[in-house]
């Protein structure tokens, strides 16, 4: 299940119980440290990914890794007849110099246990005061098929002042980006950014075979500052 269904649920249930519909409490898939059903730590993690990020200082980007629970047991409900498997989303633990973050994720951070809890997906958020753990966060990489143990992604940002005045910022491929506010991001700059830098639509999906992935952020409101 993707972040934006688990999203969409849980409003779903929020709304549900408030109007008092429904037979029973609706509850978050988020598991929390102290819940009877948080998973229990890895000490000898085996299976790592190398990560890297290079964020202009004038972006302010946070980063999340969530783990989901696989076993069918290990469900909660989050609206009216409708459940989802239990995850956990925490900070990713980045060490940072000037623009640039790096860092190893341990696909097994968690013994498997009875609810066979595995990775997930890695996620951001950009924007200051932006919350990497709710409505703001954007899958970056999740679990899926890999045909590279390498990948360099690309993230084009800009802010969006008429949609949002507290948090304006947009973040996408350049393309999306191009599609959705033409008038900010000009058909002659996606003309001039090669097809491999203007940035994936979905996010890459990756197993445990996929060893490094570099991530570019840009910043085109800062770009177009220089320019002028």
Known sequence: MTTANLLGLGLLGALLELCGCGNGPFQSPVVKPGDPDYPVLNPSPKHMLRFTAVVPSTLSVQFMVSYQAQAGQCQRTVGLGASSQLYVSMPLQLVT?????????AFDAFQPG???????????????????????????????????????????????????????????????????????????L?????????????????????ESIDVRFHDLDADRSEQH
């Open 190 to 210: 996606l003309r001039a950014t090669p097809v491999d830098e203007q940035g994936l639509n979905t996010p890459t999906t990756i197993n445990l075979e996929t």
């Open 97 to 105: 110099s000037q623009g640039e973050y790096r860092g190893d994720v």
């Open 114 to 188: 009875s609810c066979n809890w595995s990775f997930s997906d890695i996620s951001y958020a950009e924007g200051p005061g932006s919350d990497p753990s709710g409505a703001s966060k954007r899958e970056l990489v999740s679990v899926g098929g890999s045909r590279s143990s390498h990948y360099s992604l690309d993230i084009w940002c800009i802010k969006v002042r008429k949609l949002d005045q507290k948090h304006p910022e947009r973040c996408s491929s350049l393309r999306i980006l191009n599609m959705d506010f033409a008038d900010l991001v000009l058909d002659s």
